[in-house]
């Protein structure tokens, strides 16, 4: 077994662990698409304050994650709960917000229409220029919706998500054809959602985003939660460290060197994958003093996923 299946393999034998503060929570979850099993029996719960981010390859199973705990469709086995009730209780739509990946609004209401029409179904809305402000849309309110780029649509089905000033909130792949400095925006305001004791529960392929943003991390591959944990923890099971460098030495002499678990080319550079970077370096320098463009880091959450997401990584679930 490996150090990333062992890990799997105890983190599993620990999500049964019950938290009173859960709001969200899935036990023994089963959901089936016809032949396609989308959950097996998933152990899952999003605790009061804190912001969760789901990762997964395409298919793995978060979306359907999201429309069990907003009720849209219901599991084959297992029980789902929200606040302590069926998602679908009247009282838990009061209390949670969502942005999902395909929203679609009409297209001839302007901006500030579409904020009042969803205000009106909360009983304690957010007033409307806070609404606006939060996801920078005062220049655009009175701009119809099917006028709006992808982007600015982004932001407007951003504030929707958090007009009624709920509790609970699901951002399915919140920042997705926002240029850098709107994305920037989103995670200041989500990270301002959650400093005022609100719970979030984010979908992203964006990694960078999951690691600037989350208290914990969950995922999920072929409908199974794999592991769970801190950025840093998830990022701990991966070790070594990456060294880039320009060098005339040949790939295959490097991947010889001891400490060494991979090397590739990189347009003018080589990318060394290695468990004892120093040890490493020292060599590589030894072997051509000419070496340039030398950057060092620590693997990274990417590294970690994929290396979690690896098939031959998978243990078998627990349920």
């Known amino acids: 077994m490996t150090a990333i299946q ?7 034998s620990t999500t049964h662990v019950t938290s009173p503060a859960a709001v969200a929570r899935l036990r023994s979850v089963g959901k089936n698409y016809g032949s ?11 605790h009061a304050g804190e912001l969760v981010a789901l990762l997964g390859p395409n298919g793995a199973g978060k979306t359907t994650i999201v429309k069990l705990l907003l009720g849209l469709i219901q599991p084959d086995a ?23 990946q395909v929203g679609r609004v009409p297209e001839t209401l302007r901006v500030r229409e579409h904020i009042d029409l969803f205000s009106s179904y909360y009983n304690h809305p957010l007033p409307l220029a806070r609404t606006l402000a939060c996801a920078g849309l005062e220049k655009i309110a009175d701009r119809k919706f099917g006028d709006l780029s992808g982007g600015q649509r982004q932001r407007v089905l951003f504030s929707l998500a958090l007009c009624g000033d709920p509790d609970l909130i699901f951002l399915d792949e919140p ?12 995670w200041d305001e989500i990270r301002n ?19 600037a943003l989350a208290d914990r991390i969950a995922v999920i591959n072929q409908g199974t939660i794999i592991q769970q944990g801190t950025p840093a923890e998830i990022k701990s099971l991966t070790s070594g460290k990456f060294i880039r460098c320009v060098t ?21 550079a080589v990318e ?10 020292r060599e590589l320098l030894r072997r051509d ?25 998978l243990a078998p679930a627990a349920n």
């Open 6 to 12: 062992t890990s799997i393999a105890t983190s599993a």
């Open 36 to 46: 396609v099993r989308a959950l097996r029996g998933i152990d899952f719960e999003v």
């Open 78 to 100: 297992g029980r789902v709960s929200v606040f302590g009730r069926d998602p679908i209780h009247p009282d838990n739509r009061m209390r949670t917000g969502a942005m999902l």
């Open 175 to 186: 920042t997705v054809g926002l240029d850098v400095e709107a994305r920037r925006a989103i």
């Open 193 to 211: 959602i959650v400093a005022h004791g609100k719970t979030v529960l984010l979908t992203t392929h964006y990694l960078q985003e999951a690691d």
């Open 248 to 268: 005339s030495i040949p790939i295959r002499e490097i991947s010889q060197l001891a400490g060494v678990s991979e090397v590739k080319q990189d347009r003018e």
């Open 272 to 281: 060394i994958r290695a468990c004892e970077a120093e040890s490493v370096l």
């Open 289 to 313: 003093p000419n070496l340039s463009g030398l950057e060092v880091t620590a693997a990274g959450l990417e590294e970690a996923f994929l290396a979690l997401t690896k098939e031959d990584n």
